[in-house]
Every structure is written in C-alpha cells, then in structure tokens.
C-alpha cells in the first residue's frame, strides 16, 4: 500500500518524535526497510507489516541473533497489538529501544522478553526455560538441566532481593544497576555491539 509523499512525510516526523533516538534520515531508512520486508513478507497483512518469519529472519541477519525462544520474545515485545503483525510503528518504535536505548528502557524491554507469561515477573520456570535455550550444553554432560538448575539457583541468589524466590521489576532493576552484566542475563536479547 504505497503511501503518498505527503503521508510519508508525516510519518517520518511522527516516528521521529516517538521514537526519540533516531533522527529523522534514520527513520526515513527504517520506514524505506519496512517497505522493503513488507514486500518480501506474504501479503496476509494487506501491506500494513510483517509476520514473524520475515521479523526473525531480519534480526538474525542484522544481529546474529539465533535463539528461537529469545527471537520469538523479542517479536512479542515488538508486536504492542498483539496482532502476529509488526507495523511501521512498533518496528521504529521497538529498534529505536533496541539499537539506541537508555538503560532504563532496554531493563524494560529484557524484562519484558524473560517474562515468558507476562505476568509482571521472572520465576525459576521462566529462567530456567530461557537458560535451557541459551546456553551450548556439552555432550559430555549427564544431567545437564542440573547445571541449568544451579544456575538458576545462583540468579536468584544475586538478583532476588526481596526473596520471594521469584524476580519482580524492582529486583531485575536494582541487579542491573548493580551490575550492568545482567541485563541479559536469561539469554542475549539484544543485538550485540558490532
């Protein structure tokens, strides 16, 4: 659905107003990417955006990132209307938080990916399912979910801080301040620094 010069150009200045860490040639960029992935996407959204083949497909290309769980998060996180669709909207939106920003957004946004139920925190389930994908498990080991469990363990140890044995915003938030380190801490979410 081509849009006229005029409605572009609206665009381009409300998104660079929304998504306020990226000028308005880099939004231009983004604007012109999604044309181009919303072309190569299937046309069940009627031109409006793009599935979540097409969305992990271009985070690993862009990225490297590879984990099916991981991606499948970060496409829920990206897609606010719970759609299956990723619209013009929620992909500059959703890249200027992921590529530009503040702290505090991106402890949103991980927290946000490890909270697998949406249900405002991080249980043992939950890390232990994000770990499992995440970590290169040798052949070697007998019981590797053990290891996996001891890590889990470990998390809660350093980041729990009420002790309720389960990690709300707050305890996520005062981790990561601590120690920048564990803001991925459940698996890498966000694109790394190349």
Not at 57 to 82: C, E, I, K, Q, Y
Not at 86 to 114: N, P, Q
Not at 122 to 137: G, H, T, V
Request: charged share 30%; hydrophobic share 40%.
């Amino acid at each position: 659905a081509a849009m006229s010069r005029k409605g572009v150009k609206l665009l381009v200045d409300s998104l660079t107003r929304s998504a306020k860490h990226f000028n308005k040639s880099e939004v231009e960029c983004l604007v012109n990417l999604f044309d181009t992935l919303v072309a190569r996407a299937s046309s069940q959204f009627a031109g409006a955006g793009f599935d979540r083949t097409v969305f992990r497909d271009t985070l690993h290309s862009a990225f490297g990132m590879t984990d099916d769980v991981v991606l499948d998060r970060v496409f829920s996180t990206f897609d606010r209307g719970n759609n299956g669709c990723i619209t013009v909207v929620e992909w500059v939106e959703g890249l200027a938080v992921l590529l530009r920003g503040t702290l505090e957004e991106k402890m949103k946004y991980c927290f946000a990916v490890y909270d697998l139920n949406g249900d405002g925190y991080i249980s043992r389930e939950e890390m232990f399912q994000m770990l499992k994908n995440s970590l290169l498990i040798q052949p070697a080991d007998e019981e590797p979910d053990e290891g996996i469990k001891d890590l889990v363990e470990i998390a809660l140890k350093k980041m729990d801080y009420d002790h309720d044995g389960k990690l709300s915003f707050e305890d996520f938030e005062k981790a990561v301040r601590d120690e920048k380190l564990l803001l991925e801490a459940f698996g890498p979410c966000l694109p790394d620094i190349k």
